[in-house]
Each structure stands twice: as structure tokens, then as C-alpha cells.
């Protein structure tokens, strides 16, 4: 049978969450989707989960070398399992929303020219205060993305301002992120932000303006537990932008990053 997405969901020490990820990707309906799992605990700590889902359209795989906090290696190890026209990557304390799968292959069908289509998140979670300011901040992410026009301009927003998606909430073609070789496993964290400006700088995107993804708050995760100033943060973007400035010279690097940083607002 012929699929139209695959779910790469990587994992490490989250089994309860991870249940509810897997859940909520085999309640889509509407699109044929296989679920790759891709455990980068030493132990294997997610196979018996896996196992007790017992569905076939759900694959477990864990990786001979855990990556030690580098989820571009997991999630690109997953990625060449796969068999989908599409690539979703949803992190194991995620859950798509219904239909999510389905309007988001459709969305990239009906543009074929797209590389990546994305939504909007709804974060949820026990902490109010932190959930405030997930609510807060991801309804400004979506005012912004619904001003982005053309190719270059969400691939700006992500390189020079804070990322407007989450790595669980985009959707790419699978043949144009072969093409450009995946996630960057040299960066340490924000790594999805730097693969989507990749991806939407090269072929452009496609913006949903629903809900497709709730975000979970408050749980330990390398996100979760940065600070503004962490080292990894700056270390991540000093490599995005540098990549940047290299791909497209200097010139093109001040005049974006002045267009996301003054003009969009």
C-alpha cells in the first residue's frame, strides 16, 4: 500500500506521554500513515510500550547509540525508515489534533511546489503560569505567520527572530528533505527551526491556519529547561545564522535580518 505520511516520533524516557503521542496519530483518519519510533534510550525503555499498542501500522526502532541530547540524529535516523510521500516529525509528548494529517497532505497537494506546510499549536499543561505564556506566545506566532508571503520570508523569521513552529508542527516532502540532507546535527538544540527555514527558503510553504498540534508545557525537555541566556541557545543560532550568512553572502544576511527584526512586527 502506498503511504502518505510517515510519523517519526523520537523518544527518550517518556513512555506514559509517548502513549498518548501514538494515540492521537492512530485516531487520524482520512490519509494511509505509518508510525516510526525511534528510541534513543540505551535501555530500549520504550519497547514495551510500543509493543502493547499492537498495531502493525507502528514501527519501534531503537538506535545502537543514543545520540546524548541530539534529537537531529534520532529524528534523521527515523527519517530514512521511512516510506511516506510526506514526513511528520512529532515529538513523544505531543499530540495531533484530528484531521491533522489529512488537511496538511492536502495542503501540500494542492501546492505542489511547497516544501513544507504547517498550523497552529495549542499548548496545554498543569502549570498555569507557564501555560500563559505558551498561550501568549504562540497566538502571536500565528498573527505572524499569517503576514508571511513568499519563500524567503518565514525562512527570515526563523533564522533572525524566535521560532514561530514547533518541530511537531510542520510537515515537509520527504523527497525535499532527503534533497537537502535533513536536520543539521551540529546544531544543539533548535534544530527543527533551522531545517524549516532550509526547507521554506528552497521551496516555499504552506501555512494552515487551524490548530494542528497540542504542545505540551512544563515537562522536562531541552526546551523546556533552557533559560534566555542558556549557551546551547546562542550556540544554535550562531550556526543557524552562520549558515545563513554563508548560503546567501552578507549583504542578503543584513538586509533579511533587518526586514525580521524592524519591519516584521
Given at each position: 500500500?502506498?503511504l502518505?505520511?510517515?510519523?517519526?516520533?523520537?523518544?527518550?524516557?517518556?513512555?506514559?506521554?509517548?502513549?498518548?503521542?501514538?494515540?492521537?496519530?492512530?485516531?487520524?483518519?482520512?490519509?494511509?500513515?505509518?508510525?516510526?519510533?525511534?528510541?534513543?534510550?540505551?535501555?530500549?525503555?520504550?519497547?514495551?510500550?510500543?509493543?502493547?499498542v499492537?498495531?502493525?501500522?507502528?514501527?519501534?526502532?531503537?538506535?545502537?547509540?543514543?545520540?546524548?541530547?541530539?534529537?537531529?540524529?534520532?529524528r534523521?535516523?527515523?527519517?530514512?525508515?521511512?516510506?511516506?510521500?510526506?514526513?511528520?516529525?512529532?515529538?513523544?509528548?505531543?499530540?495531533?489534533?484530528?484531521?491533522?494529517?489529512?488537511?496538511?497532505?492536502?495542503?501540500?497537494?494542492?501546492?505542489?511546489?511547497?516544501?513544507?506546510?504547517?498550523?497552529?499549536?495549542?499548548?496545554?499543561?498543569?502549570?498555569?503560569?507557564?501555560?500563559?505564556?505558551?498561550?501568549?506566545?504562540?497566538?502571536?506566532?500565528?498573527?505572524?505567520?499569517?503576514?508571511?508571503?513568499?519563500?524567503?520570508?518565514?525562512?527570515?523569521?526563523?533564522?533572525?527572530?524566535?521560532?514561530?513552529?514547533?518541530?511537531?508542527?510542520?510537515?515537509a516532502?520527504?523527497?525535499?528533505?532527503?534533497?537537502?540532507g535533513?536536520?543539521?546535527?551540529?546544531?544543539?538544540?533548535?534544530?527543527?527551526?533551522?531545517?524549516?527555514?532550509?526547507?521554506?527558503?528552497?521551496?516555499?510553504?504552506?501555512?494552515?491556519?487551524?490548530?494542528?498540534v497540542?504542545?505540551?508545557?512544563?515537562?522536562?525537555?531541552?526546551?523546556?529547561?533552557?533559560v534566555?541566556?542558556?549557551?546551547?541557545?546562542?550556540?544554535?543560532?550562531?550556526?543557524?545564522?552562520?549558515?545563513?550568512?554563508?548560503?546567501?553572502?552578507?549583504?542578503k544576511?543584513?538586509?533579511?535580518?533587518?526586514?525580521?527584526?524592524?519591519?516584521?512586527?
Amino acid at each position: 500500500m502506498d503511504l502518505d505520511v510517515s510519523v517519526i516520533v523520537p523518544t527518550y524516557h517518556r513512555e506514559r506521554e509517548l502513549l498518548d503521542a501514538i494515540n492521537s496519530v492512530r485516531s487520524q483518519t482520512g490519509v494511509a500513515f505509518e508510525i516510526i519510533v525511534v528510541d534513543d534510550s540505551p535501555e530500549g525503555s520504550a519497547r514495551d510500550t510500543v509493543a502493547s499498542v499492537n498495531d502493525p501500522r507502528v514501527r519501534y526502532v531503537l538506535r545502537p547509540d543514543p545520540s546524548k541530547g541530539r534529537p537531529a540524529k534520532v529524528r534523521n535516523d527515523g527519517a530514512k525508515l521511512a516510506r511516506g510521500r510526506y514526513l511528520y516529525f512529532l515529538d513523544d509528548d505531543d499530540m495531533l489534533e484530528a484531521g491533522t494529517l489529512a488537511e496538511l497532505s492536502r495542503a501540500l497537494d494542492a501546492a505542489p511546489g511547497a516544501g513544507m506546510a504547517f498550523g497552529v499549536i495549542s499548548p496545554f499543561g498543569v502549570n498555569e503560569d507557564v501555560l500563559r505564556h505558551n498561550q501568549k506566545y504562540f497566538a502571536e506566532a500565528r498573527r505572524i505567520a499569517l503576514k508571511l508571503r513568499g519563500p524567503s520570508q518565514l525562512s527570515a523569521c526563523l533564522t533572525f527572530r524566535s521560532a514561530i513552529l514547533v518541530c511537531s508542527a510542520g510537515m515537509a516532502r520527504r523527497a525535499f528533505f532527503e534533497e537537502i540532507g535533513g536536520f543539521d546535527t551540529e546544531i544543539p538544540i533548535c534544530e527543527d527551526a533551522e531545517l524549516w527555514a532550509r526547507i521554506s527558503h528552497g521551496r516555499g510553504h504552506v501555512f494552515l491556519d487551524r490548530t494542528v498540534v497540542r504542545y505540551r508545557t512544563g515537562a522536562p525537555s531541552l526546551m523546556h529547561n533552557l533559560v534566555e541566556n542558556d549557551e546551547k541557545l546562542h550556540a544554535s543560532y550562531r550556526r543557524i545564522q552562520g549558515k545563513y550568512r554563508q548560503a546567501h553572502g552578507p549583504l542578503k544576511f543584513y538586509a533579511t535580518k533587518f526586514w525580521a527584526k524592524i519591519i516584521l512586527r
